[in-house]
C-alpha cells in the first residue's frame, strides 16, 4: 500500500531556500505571455534550473520567458498536450528534484519551498500538492470540476489501495529517482508545425490532462512513499484554459481502469480485459495503452497472437 501522509502547513521562506539537492522547476506553455511574465519573476531563489516546454505558442511567450531568465532551458514538446509537455521536460531536468507546475498563475512559486522541504525532511519519494487538505483550498475550482475531482479520486483510492486527496492536481515534485516508475514516452526530437499538427489527432498514452492522475497512479504501483502537502490554487490570471472537464474527465477515468487492469490482469486475459474496459471510443489510446505496457505485463506467445 502506497504511504499517502498529510504534512500541516509549515513556515517555509516564500522567496528563497537552501538545499544541498539541486531543484528542476518544469512549466509547460502554450501562448501564456501574459501569465509567465508574472509567474517567472517570483520564482523562489534557489531553484538551479527551469525548464520552459513550449507548445509552439504564436503570443510571444518564449521570447519573453528568454527576456526574463536568459539561463532558462527552453525546449519545444514533441507531440500536443500537456502530458507530453512534462515527459519532454522532466527528460530535459537535470536536477536531483524535479517540481511540476503550471504557467498560468494558479499555482503560486512560492509554495516550492514547502515542497522540496518536505521531500528532503520526509524521507517521501513523492510529494503530492493537495487543494482539499487543511491549508489548501483553490479560487479557480467549479462545484463541477469538484464533484468529479472527488470522484475520480474515490475510484483510484479504491482501486490503488491509496489514501490521495487529490491526485488530479498539477503541482507535484519528486525525487529524480522516481523516473524509471513513470515510464513516460516524451519522444525523440521536437515536432514541427505540421507534425504537432497531426500529433494532436493520434494523441498518445498520457499526453494529456490525465498525466496527473497517471504519475500518481503508477507512483502506488512501484509502493513509493507519497507525502501530501496543503496548496492553495489561486485564479488564473490570465486568458482561458484549455482543459474540458467533461472530455477531460473521461480521459482521467479511461486512465485508471486501463492502468489498473494493466497492473492485474494475466496473460491470455489482457487484450479481452482491455476491450472490454475500454469501451469509451478512443480506440488509437486505447492500442497506444497495449503497446505501452505490453513488456510489462510479459504476454505469452499466445496472448500476442490473440491480440
Same mark, same amino acid.
Given at each position: ?241 484549455? &482543459? ?35 469501451? &469509451? ?8 495503452? &497495449? ?17
Amino acid at each position: 500500500m502506497t504511504v499517502c501522509e498529510v504534512v500541516t502547513t509549515w513556515a517555509y521562506p516564500e522567496t528563497e531556500f537552501t538545499s544541498r539537492a539541486t531543484v528542476s522547476v518544469i512549466i509547460p506553455t502554450l501562448n501564456e505571455v501574459r501569465n509567465i511574465a508574472h509567474v517567472l519573476p517570483v520564482l523562489p531563489v534557489g531553484v538551479d534550473q527551469v525548464v520552459l516546454v513550449d507548445g509552439g505558442s504564436t503570443d510571444g511567450t518564449v521570447e519573453v520567458a528568454r527576456r526574463l531568465r536568459p539561463d532558462m532551458t527552453i525546449i519545444q514538446q514533441t507531440r500536443r498536450g500537456k502530458g507530453n509537455a512534462l515527459a519532454c521536460g522532466i527528460a530535459a531536468a537535470t536536477g536531483d528534484i524535479i517540481v511540476l507546475m503550471d504557467a498560468d498563475g494558479s499555482t503560486n512559486p512560492a509554495e516550492i519551498p514547502r515542497f522540496v522541504q518536505t521531500l528532503i525532511e520526509s524521507g517521501a519519494d513523492f510529494v503530492s500538492g493537495s487543494r482539499f487538505v487543511q491549508g489548501g483550498g483553490s479560487a479557480d475550482i467549479t462545484s463541477f470540476r469538484r464533484a468529479g475531482s472527488k470522484f475520480l479520486s474515490a475510484i483510484v483510492n479504491v482501486l490503488c489501495h491509496t489514501r490521495y486527496t487529490d491526485p488530479n492536481y498539477g503541482f507535484n515534485a519528486f525525487w529524480r529517482r522516481c523516473l524509471p516508475s513513470f515510464g513516460l514516452d516524451h519522444g525523440g526530437k521536437a515536432a514541427t508545425p505540421v507534425s504537432a499538427e497531426a500529433a494532436q489527432e493520434t494523441k498518445q498514452w498520457g499526453d494529456g490532462f490525465e498525466i496527473e492522475m497517471l504519475l500518481h497512479i503508477r507512483v502506488a504501483r512501484a509502493l513509493l512513499r507519497v507525502v501530501e502537502v496543503p496548496s492553495f490554487e489561486r485564479d488564473r490570471l490570465s486568458g482561458a484554459s484549455n &482543459l474540458n472537464a467533461f472530455s477531460d474527465g473521461l480521459r482521467v477515468l479511461r486512465t485508471i481502469l486501463v492502468e489498473w487492469r494493466c497492473s492485474h490482469i494475466s496473460d491470455a486475459g489482457a487484450t479481452a480485459g482491455m476491450a472490454a474496459i475500454l469501451e &469509451l471510443h478512443a480506440p488509437h489510446l486505447d492500442n497506444e495503452a &497495449l503497446r505501452i505496457r505490453r513488456s510489462e505485463l510479459e504476454y505469452s506467445p499466445t496472448a500476442r497472437s490473440s491480440s
